[in-house]
């Protein structure tokens, strides 16, 4: 009798005959290949860099009118703390342009000296001698001081009694006022203006620091077409809804950028430099202010509040992904204001009340704020759900 045969099931047959299973590459579902993305990035990342060396250099250009407007409310405050009597409107650009001055000091390096013709000497030595003229004349030279003018008759008549004779009493209480000119009195006001000034304590102080402000300012203005640039790169792996919420978020949060960076030049500098030169006049101490570390603090201050400002993205961010809701955010909100609070302690550079005041303030107007736009959405979505229908 023979025995019966037992054939495979599909399933076991074709577990013998599957071979093992691979892993799915990356790109397997991309209509390019690794080495097409990584061209493209390269395209893309090379075009960002122009449009930097181009804001860069144009920067550099204007170094000296971007350096004059972040040194405007630091000379603005010395101002009316009667520390300074002016503040400096336009840089003095007497010797050309920053890459004019390079190219000069170049070849003046080399030992090669740029040639005048003979006809321009006439008009050159007439230009500095009258610029000598009117030095001599300047106000910066004079004084004027008010005397009065019994004991300047008084003293006088002490002097020479037989020529002059004594002063009547009725020109007592009245004064008289003498232009008393020197170039002392320039020398003087000169140190005096020097002595509130900006400071530098090396040589290379300066240079460095303008290179910086051109570079910080470069990247600030190419910042658009680089974000650009990158947004072409990403958008290409992106689903159309993604691509949507980059094209509302992406605008407000620049946005917001720019109103925390605006709100700390214009609001928050005034009143906290009047706070901190205030309390060194209240101590007696006259400040010395330097150039670098100014610069610095004007730069990471305002950028800081640009970041703090983006409180609301962030709170609608976690909402999205269903981290926290709108309710979280309403009962915890003494614990959000503890936090801000030690935030603005620790986002804020020179660590003063006046500014950690001012930092808070607007982030908790911010965070309710965020609270609204976290239930923006939510109700649009359960009004569009089947459940609400």
């Not at 003095?92 to 740029?114: H, K, P, R, T, V």
């Not at 609001?267 to 430099?273: C, E, H, N, T």
């Amino acid at each position: 009798m023979a025995s019966p045969q037992i054939t495979p099931s599909p399933a076991v047959s074709k577990s013998r005959s599957t071979p093992s299973i691979k892993t799915k590459d990356l790109f397997d579902d991309s209509t390019m290949t690794f080495g097409e993305h990584l061209e493209v990035l390269r395209v893309h990342v090379f075009r960002a860099m122009i449009g930097l060396v181009i804001a860069v250099c144009f920067s550099l250009y204007a170094g000296e009118y971007i350096v004059a407007f972040i040194r405007q409310p630091i000379d603005a405050a010395l101002v009316r703390n009667n520390m300074m009597e002016f503040v400096q409107a336009e840089p003095q650009m007497s010797s050309g342009d920053f890459f004019s001055y390079l190219s000069n000091s170049f070849w003046a390096l080399l030992g090669y000296e740029n040639k005048t013709p003979a006809s321009t000497d006439t008009k050159e030595l007439k230009q500095e001698l009258e610029q000598l003229q009117t030095e001599k004349t300047s106000p910066s030279k004079s004084i004027d001081l008010q005397l009065s003018a019994y004991e300047l008759l008084s003293q006088l008549h002490q002097v020479a009694p037989e020529s002059l004779p004594a002063p009547k009493e009725e020109l007592k209480g009245k004064s008289i006022t003498v232009k008393v000119m020197s170039d002392t009195f320039s020398t003087l006001r000169k140190a005096a203006e020097n002595s509130v000034r900006p400071i530098a304590l090396n040589v290379q102080e300066a240079f460095m620091t303008y290179l910086k402000v051109g570079f910080v300012s470069g990247l600030v203005l190419a910042s658009p077409w680089v974000i650009y640039q990158l947004w072409l790169f990403v958008a290409a792996g992106l689903y159309p809804h993604e691509r949507r919420y980059v094209y509302i978020y992406l605008p407000f949060s620049i946005g917001l950028f720019l109103a925390g960076a605006a709100f700390c030049y214009f609001a928050v500098f005034p009143l906290m430099l009047d706070f901190l030169l205030g309390y060194n006049a209240r101590l007696g101490i006259n400040p010395q202010i330097r150039i670098s570390e100014w610069i610095s603090f004007a730069v990471s201050f305002p950028l800081m509040f640009g970041i703090s400002f983006q409180l609301p993205l962030v709170m609608m961010f976690l909402a999205k992904i269903n981290v926290v809701t709108p309710k979280m955010f309403r009962e915890q909100r003494r614990m959000a204001i503890l936090v801000i609070a030690i935030a603005s302690m620790l986002l804020t550079p020179s660590g003063d009340p006046a500014s950690m005041i001012l930092m808070m303030a607007p982030l908790l107007v911010l965070y309710e704020l965020g609270i609204y736009l976290c239930k923006v959405p939510e109700s649009s979505e359960d009004a569009t759900s089947p459940a609400a229908a």
